[in-house]
Structures are given as structure tokens and as C-alpha cells.
């Protein structure tokens, strides 16, 4: 992830852009053709004019709020590990742990990328402890992988709105991207993809709009129109969250085994539909999932 986003801060940067690191964003005020915004970088004050803001500061965004957008109301609390050398053997593969024992609301994630390893596990805030679910995912999945053998690269963790794309993302002073707009799976969490995916739309519609001034061309970018794509998921969503018992888990995971689960499987975990962007799928890795039993394992070509 880390050599992904200098690349692209690389290209950002040949492109004109200003890169400041570690600026805090303290607010912004209105004015007649766009913001003022108040930044704040090793205790030295400064404002910077804009007629356009765009807010990609995380789930819990101060731009939402200065902009008067929507806010993330629904979230599920992650924690992962990065291990690295520890040793692999054949190809690439992500595997699911399916128990709300240990994960409620959410699942466990083992992923063996074929240079290092991640583990993680995610749930809901009122049910669930972030480290000790951690601690014993670790000792479930030290059965697929040497993982005592591997060096802690590094362990991060946080909020994940889970609410779907928020109705009211844009202004004519800004908008909200990534996390900040909800642009999150309600389902899987997965949010790298639809940032992307949602950030590609948005640089186009916002061209057009500071070049033609009329405030019509963002009525694509409301979140309230792409929201209608999450309907299904925040369904699911609603569903997995509120499920309980081991034997549901275990059925879930039957019927994820019968052709129609695996076509939902494949659509749920790797399928484009959150927004509007048509763009060829490569080959995945196949997807394991598991349940409480040691035995339990579904792999899924993908």
C-alpha cells in the first residue's frame, strides 16, 4: 500500500500539485466564490483561499462538518496486523473467518499477498475488544500459516463507516470522497476501490464545474444518487449485524457453497456495482471463507 500511494503522489505531485504532510485542517469560512480555509502545520497558522474543497480526511471528517455535509452515523472498528518474512508457500490467497465470537457484525481477514501477510478482524463497537478478537484469531490461523515465524511490520486499526454513500456529499464549496462520503462497502468494508472509483467520477464532474460554473453539474455527484446502489448491501449489511448464533454462521456458509451463493459471493466481495465505473476486473485469488469449526473452510474461485 505504501510504494501504491507514493505513486500516485508522485503523479499528483508532476501534475502541480502542493503536497504539505502533517497540515491539520482547523476550518473555513464562506466567502463569494468559494472558502477561506484555516490550516494549521507544527503550530504555525496559515489560510489558504479555495474555490473548490474536497475532503478525503476519514471517516470522522471535520470537513463534513465545516462544509455542513453529511456525517457518518454507522461504523464497525477494525484492527490488522502486517507481518512480513513469515513463509509462504503456493499461490496468493484471502481467507474469511465467519464467527460472531469473535468478529460480530463483521468477519476475520487472513491474507497471504505472496510477499507479506495480513491479519485482521473487525465487528461491532458495542460487542466486540479489537485486541483480544485479534489475539484470538492469531492463534486460530497460526494453523494455515507459520505466523510466529514473521516480523511485525506494523498493526493499524479504526473506525469503518458502514452507513453506505451519504445523501448530501457535495456543495457548491466542496465535497466529500473516500470515507469522509461513506464510499465504503456496507457489506465488506472494502473501501480502497470505491474511493478510487468515486474520486475518478468526482475529478471529472468538478472540471466541468469550476470551468462552467453551473452548480447543475454536481447533481451527478449527490450522494443521494449513488446511494440507490447500495441498497442491497445495506440490506445484507442490517442482516449480518444483527446475527448471532454459530449455526447461522454455518448455514450462511452452506449456502454460500450451492452454485447461487457462490455467484452472490463472487458479486458481494468482488463485484463493481457500488458505483458507476465499468472498468475490466483482472483475476482474483480464490476466496476462503471459515466458521467457528477448525474443519470449516469454502474456497471460492474468483
Same mark, same amino acid.
Given at each position: ?22 497540515? !491539520? ?30 475532503? +478525503?480526511?476519514?471517516? =470522522?471528517?471535520?470537513?463534513?462538518? +465545516? ?13 490488522? *496486523?502486517?507481518?512480513?518474512?513469515? #513463509? ?6 484471502? !481467507? ?7 468478529? #460480530?457484525? $463483521? ?10 501477510? !495480513? ?22 490461523? =497460526?494453523?494455515?500459516?507459520? /505466523? ?28 466529500? @470522497? ?14 480502497? *476501490? ?9 475529478? +471529472?464532474?468538478? +472540471?466541468? $464545474?469550476?470551468?462552467?460554473? *453551473?452548480?447543475?453539474? @454536481? ?6 444518487? @449513488? ?10 449489511? =442490517? ?12 448455514? %450462511?456458509?452452506?449456502? /454460500?457453497?450451492? #452454485? ?7 458479486? %458481494? ?15 482474483? #485469488? ?17
Amino acid at each position: 500500500m505504501g510504494r501504491l500511494y507514493q505513486r500516485l503522489l508522485t503523479e499528483a505531485q508532476a501534475l502541480g500539485v502542493t503536497w504539505s504532510p502533517a497540515t !491539520h485542517f482547523d476550518g473555513c469560512e464562506a466567502t463569494t466564490s468559494g472558502s477561506v480555509i484555516s490550516l494549521r502545520r507544527k503550530e504555525q497558522a496559515t489560510k489558504v483561499r479555495a474555490r473548490f474543497i474536497c475532503g +478525503a480526511d476519514g471517516a =470522522r471528517s471535520r470537513v463534513a462538518a +465545516a462544509l455542513s455535509l453529511d456525517s457518518n452515523y454507522e461504523w464497525i472498528v477494525g484492527v490488522e *496486523d502486517v507481518l512480513a518474512e513469515v #513463509p509462504l508457500e503456493g499461490p496468493p490467497c484471502f !481467507h474469511c473467518f465467519l464467527d460472531p465470537g469473535i468478529a #460480530p457484525g $463483521y468477519l476475520g481477514w487472513l491474507v497471504h499477498d505472496g510477499a507479506e501477510v !495480513h491479519i485482521g478482524v473487525a465487528g461491532t463497537p458495542a460487542r466486540f475488544a479489537a485486541r483480544d478478537a485479534l489475539a484470538q484469531l492469531r492463534a486460530r490461523a =497460526r494453523k494455515i500459516l507459520p /505466523l510466529d515465524r514473521g516480523r511485525l511490520v506494523e498493526r493499524r486499526g479504526g473506525w469503518i463507516p458502514v452507513n453506505g454513500v451519504l445523501p448530501s456529499i457535495v456543495n457548491p464549496r466542496g465535497m466529500l @470522497l473516500g470515507d469522509a462520503a461513506g464510499a465504503v462497502s456496507p457489506l465488506t468494508a472494502g473501501g480502497l *476501490d470505491p474511493c478510487l472509483r468515486l474520486s475518478e467520477f468526482a475529478a +471529472a464532474e468538478i +472540471a466541468e $464545474y469550476l470551468e462552467s460554473g *453551473d452548480e447543475k453539474v @454536481l447533481a451527478a455527484l449527490q450522494g443521494r444518487q @449513488l446511494r440507490k446502489k447500495f441498497r442491497g448491501r445495506l440490506t445484507l449489511r =442490517r442482516c449480518w449485524s444483527r446475527m448471532e448464533s454459530p449455526q447461522t454462521t454455518e448455514l %450462511v456458509c452452506a449456502l /454460500l457453497g450451492t #452454485p447461487p451463493g457462490r455467484w452472490l459471493a463472487r458479486r %458481494v466481495f468482488f463485484g463493481p456495482g457500488s458505483f458507476p465505473d465499468p472498468q475490466p476486473r483482472k483475476s482474483r #485469488p480464490p476466496l476462503v471463507l471459515r466458521t467457528g469449526r477448525p474443519d470449516s473452510a469454502l474456497t471460492i474461485p474468483l
